[in-house]
Each structure stands twice: as structure tokens, then as C-alpha cells.
């Protein structure tokens, strides 16, 4: 099997957005850097790309300085890809959706927009089982859940045992 890494698109911000992933992310780390020399087509010294990893999982980021008014630089980006956060505590994932939103937009259910306009999803451990059902109790679940910005799975805890 290949291995699959998400590649991911900006002009110009690929090294400022991997050093602030990999500064919010516990055991995460750049592992490679690649620039553009005198022939281009990015300014001599720029990143072409830079390899990173979050949490043990790689990532590429590319640098395209080919924007033009025909072909955005988030031609790519927008609304075709979407970053999973799995956290294991409540307070990992406060704190996660309050480092991604900096600069960014809070949107509902969990998501996040940051500020390079990745979507992130951070979710709570325990939240599938609260939703999944088809009884009661987890349609309470599912209703305060999308009524949420950030997800509090204490609270949808408790409107799960209501």
C-alpha cells in the first residue's frame, strides 16, 4: 500500500503555517525543508515545500506563488479538505480550538476555520457514543450538540443521563 500524506496549499505562508501547527500540537515536529534557489519560479531562499508532522502523523506543505486573478491560491483548499482532531481530554480540546481560532472563525459543531482557511474538527473522546444511537438519549445528544460552537462533552453528558 502507498503511503497517504495530506498535502497542504497556501502562497507563501507554508513555513509560518507548519512552525504554528507544530507549535500547538503535542509531539510534533518539522522534519524536512526544501527552497527555491535563483531559477524559481518562488523567490530564491522561499520554501517549496516543507515536510512536518502533528502528533506522529506527516503532513507536506507546499508554497505556489503562481496566483493569479484566474486561479486563487485556495482553488485547492477550499472546501476539499478538512483537518480531524481527535482529542482525549475536554481540556486538549479547549485548548486546540482556542490556538486554531486565533486568527481564524469559530463555527458551529466543533469546527474550526483557521487562520491559512484549513477546517479543523476537534471532537472530544466519548462524543460517538453519546450521538450514535437511535434512542432518546442520544437524540438529546445529537440536538445540544448542534446547537454548540465549541463541543463541551460534559455538558452533553449530562443531557445524555437527563
Known amino acids: 500500500m502507498p503511503s497517504i500524506i495530506p498535502f497542504l496549499w497556501f502562497n507563501g505562508q507554508a513555513e509560518e503555517a507548519a512552525q504554528f501547527y507544530v507549535s500547538i500540537f503535542k509531539n510534533s515536529k518539522i522534519t524536512d525543508v526544501s527552497r527555491y534557489g535563483e531559477a524559481g519560479p ?12 502533528l502528533d506522529g502523523q506527516p503532513f507536506i506543505a507546499l508554497n505556489d506563488f503562481s496566483e493569479t486573478p484566474e486561479r486563487p491560491s485556495d ?3 477550499q472546501g476539499k479538505i478538512a483537518l480531524f482532531a481527535s482529542c482525549k481530554t475536554q481540556a486538549e480540546c479547549d485548548e486546540l480550538w482556542q490556538k486554531l481560532s486565533e486568527g481564524g472563525r469559530k463555527l458551529p459543531c466543533g469546527w474550526v476555520a483557521d487562520r491559512y482557511g484549513f477546517a479543523w474538527n476537534l471532537v472530544p473522546a466519548g462524543l460517538r457514543e453519546l450521538i450514535s444511537g437511535e434512542d432518546d438519549r442520544s437524540k438529546r445528544a445529537m440536538r445540544a450538540m448542534l446547537q454548540m460552537e465549541r463541543l463541551d462533552i460534559d455538558e452533553l453528558r449530562r443531557v445524555y443521563n437527563a
Open 42 to 53: 518562488g523567490p530564491a531562499g522561499a520554501v517549496v515545500t516543507i515536510d512536518f508532522e
Open 75 to 77: 482553488e485547492f483548499s
